[in-house]
């Protein structure tokens, strides 16, 4: 995964030296926007890699939209909320789920496109054998499971929780053993082989496994779906930005993906577009904020 990662910074960094010009030109024009990131956005990700990637980021921001960016990290979803809501960044990056977190402690936080990987819908997926008995998260009590690295927050989230309602304990409790050495299709590839008992992986993950290996996929099978996780959230605190820029920004992010620097920033954040705010999208992070309360430790004032 980290090597994946440099890999992809290093082709960036390569096309950006050849392009840049005019973003860098742009980029001088004014301050740069400030945008948070939260940190569970980068489990896998050291930070040193993402300080590597704020400049090539911010050039190609100014490119597709006039205005440099600079990332930085922001702790968790309240974190950010926080600094989002006393305007000490001026855009936030989420998870669907955070971000309805962090909306239901600061109102005010509005959302302005979301970030897709293929799907607007996310679904995190407990996967077994076909032959397996395992129909539920009861069923895997002392099972293995393979974690694939490279997984977005809501297969763990959902991990954790269907754990928690099964054994009345944390995954690590309820199952003899949890790995974490393998991509998606690796983690996919041990649970038809017999490695590991299961592994959990988003409804993407399995699509591409099945074209790419159909006959292991049908010795497969889901025992359980989670609810929809809303998509993640480019977000912002109306004020901070004035109207015209918020707007620029919002059109160069729905329109990155037709130039070829913009599908260079896609390929580093492993998606395939920014789009509009859907019209179910409001419903949708009411509906995980139900489903999936916010930490204890998260919800605490501080």
Known sequence: MRQSWMLLFVAVSATLALATSRGEELGKAAKPVEIGLCASLFRD???SVLETMSKPFGIVMASQTGMMGHLSKAGD????GKQLNEQKVHLGIFHGYEFAWAREKYPDLKPLVIAVNTNRHLRALLVVRSDSEAANFGDMRDKTLNMPRGNRGHCY??????CNQAGDCAAAEHLSKITTGANAEEALDEVVDGTVDATIVDRVALD???RRKPGRYAELKVAVESEVFPAGVVAYRPGTIEEKALNRFRDGLVNCQKTILGRQLLTMWKLTAFEPIPDDYDKTLTDIAKAYPPPAEESEEE
Do not use: T
Request: no cysteine.
């Open 45 to 47: 990700v050291p930070d």
């Open 77 to 80: 979803a309240l974190d950010l």
């Open 157 to 162: 989230l959902f991990l954790e929780q269907r």
């Open 208 to 210: 591409v496994y099945k």
